[in-house]
């Protein structure tokens, strides 16, 4: 049974759903804020975060994959828009279409053949479509957008609601691919209006919102910051964090003389020091690289983590702690509003989409509603 001894992951819906509150208000006057809720929500749990977002107002949300889709559709009914940001399935348009869920797709030949199939089953078939604007990802290449543009007649037949496309560098503002981006996303989104002119555009993601009003256009699409990375790196993290971690201390020990820590021998605690083993380790999403490098947190101070991560348990030196302090400790945190899912990202050589994506499934869950 999954209790507090596992670990305890708390996450605070208000947080996110504030945030949410927060980057509309940042948002060009009649810009929509949709909401990101693909890979389970960024690892927080999709069916507790999207009813928190959904009462905030958000109707549109983007996920990664068409079961994601069809799990949202069951639990939210039609009152929102569900699209699915990496197309759909060849032969698995029908079902796509008929649980209401928008792919985008990045092709002629995909765009071609969901009109045809939906239109000769008589579903209706709304979909977005991506174009690469310079990212080099996903998304229609510019010649193959031109070649759309000419189509009058698929034109007039697809339902295309949405032009998407992503930017490569919005978390670095000074970077000149971002206004090459826009500039080419613009253009291209001025001539596909010209002809459909129902078609709402899509560029900005959580940090795109804070590169400005030019980047917002009809609908925004912030993940990462509703869940309280920081779309601003470098300075101040405008956004409130979302998840704590705590984890169960199961042994604590004495080190009588200068000793190696861990898998490998990798590093050396001093004779004198004090050591907690806490239950949670890689298998948790307490990411390896973090060995000999981040920390935990406990009695408003930081405590190193020594030697090697392994896969159950991550060994802290506690030593800082006055006596009182280690007899009483019966957890370490390693997410915290002081230990932010930046700064674990930074120990562990990553971004903080990967530290949430990773936070495992052993914790027992609490979901703060206020
Ligand atoms: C196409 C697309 N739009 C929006 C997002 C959300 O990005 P962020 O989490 O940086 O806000 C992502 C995330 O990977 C994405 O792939």
């Not at 596909?192 to 609908?219: T, W």
């Not at 400790?329 to 050589?349: C, F, M, P």
Request: aromatic share 8%; hydrophobic share 40%.
């Amino acid at each position: 049974m999954n209790d507090f001894r596992e670990g305890l992951l708390s996450i605070n819906l208000q947080s996110i759903a504030d945030n949410y509150l927060d980057l509309t208000k940042r948002l060009a006057t009649g810009t929509r804020c949709g909401a990101v809720v693909k890979a389970d929500a960024y690892g927080l749990g999709m069916s507790q975060v999207v009813p928190a977002l959904y009462r905030q107002g958000c109707r549109d949300f983007f996920v990664a994959t068409q079961t994601e889709g069809e799990r949202l559709r069951k639990e939210l009914g039609d009152s929102v828009r569900i699209v699915i940001l990496t197309g759909v399935r060849a032969g698995a348009e029908l079902e796509c279409a008929r649980a209401g869920l928008m792919p985008t797709l990045f092709t002629l030949e995909q765009l071609r053949n969901w009109v045809d199939i939906c239109a000769s089953a008589k579903v209706e078939a709304p979909c977005a479509v991506k174009i690469d604007s310079g990212m080099t990802r996903l998304g229609m290449a510019p010649e193959e957008f031109d070649e759309l543009l000419k189509d009058s007649q698929l034109l007039h037949s697809a339902e295309i609601r949405l032009l998407l496309s992503h930017l490569a560098c919005a978390d670095e503002p000074q970077h000149p691919q971002n206004d090459f981006q826009l500039r080419s996303f613009k253009e291209a989104g001025e001539k596909l209006r010209a002809l459909c002119p129902e078609v709402q555009l899509s560029l900005a993601n959580s940090s795109g919102i804070f590169l400005g009003e030019d980047y917002h256009f009809d609908i925004a699409r912030p993940g990462s910051a509703l869940y309280g990375v920081n779309p601003i790196p470098g300075t101040p993290n405008p956004m409130r964090p979302a998840v704590s971690l705590s984890l169960p201390i199961v042994q604590k020990r004495y080190v009588s003389r200068e000793q190696w820590v861990g898998y490998g021998a990798t590093q050396q605690i001093a004779a004198g020091s004090w050591l907690a083993v806490a239950r949670g380790g890689y298998a948790d999403g307490i990411i390896r690289a973090q060995g000999g490098r981040g920390c935990g947190w406990a009695y408003g101070r930081q405590l190193p983590i020594i030697g090697r991560i392994s896969m159950d348990s991550t060994t802290f030196d506690i030593s800082a702690l006055s006596q009182e302090e280690r007899e009483s400790l019966q957890s370490i945190e390693v997410l915290n509003k002081d230990l932010t899912v930046d700064e674990v990202a930074e120990y562990a050589g990553t971004i903080g989409y990967e530290v949430l994506t990773s936070l495992g499934h052993r914790y027992f869950r609490r979901y703060i509603k206020s």
